[in-house]
């Protein structure tokens, strides 16, 4: 008699793991189906039609056999430019005041360029060349030279 009781309660709790179980799976079933649909949507929106433009200048830009980086009143675009040997690179001022170039280690400046004006430099060595405007010294740029 006891020893009946005792598998008949085994039993049920066997019956009651497999069911949780089948509940977790769902569950899981479920969460992976609305992470996958937050990536999908996250995918489908993540290159919006200003970031694809803005990537496109910027290889345009990288393509051009003049680099050019471009001044604004608070900071270069882009910030870091890599150029081969060689290259010129020539920093366009496109913002309301006057702004110059001057290389951290002195190497090369553009002296100062006022609304509009443009300054180049060509790079004969390697190296990594790390500059900013010496009236706005918030202004930092680097120029890598393989
Ligand atoms: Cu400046």
Not at 53 to 69: C, F, G, K
């Amino acid at each position: 008699m006891a020893k009946k009781r005792v598998s008949k309660t085994a039993k049920k709790k066997v019956h009651h793991t497999s069911h949780t179980d089948d509940h977790s799976f769902l569950i899981i079933a479920g969460g992976g189906f609305v992470i996958i649909s937050i990536i999908m949507l996250f995918l489908y929106n993540q290159p919006s039609s200003t970031e694809k433009m803005m990537y496109e200048t910027a290889n345009t830009i990288t393509s051009e056999d003049q680099r050019v980086v471009s001044m604004n009143d608070s900071m270069f675009t882009p910030e870091s430019l890599t150029v081969k040997v060689g290259e010129s690179v020539t920093w366009r001022n496109d913002g309301m005041t006057d702004h110059n170039i001057v290389s951290d280690d002195d190497v090369f400046t553009t002296g100062v360029l006022a609304k509009g004006e443009e300054g180049s430099y060509t790079f004969t060595k390697e190296g990594t060349y790390s500059y900013h405007c010496s009236i706005h010294p918030e202004m930092t740029g680097t120029i890598v030279v393989e």
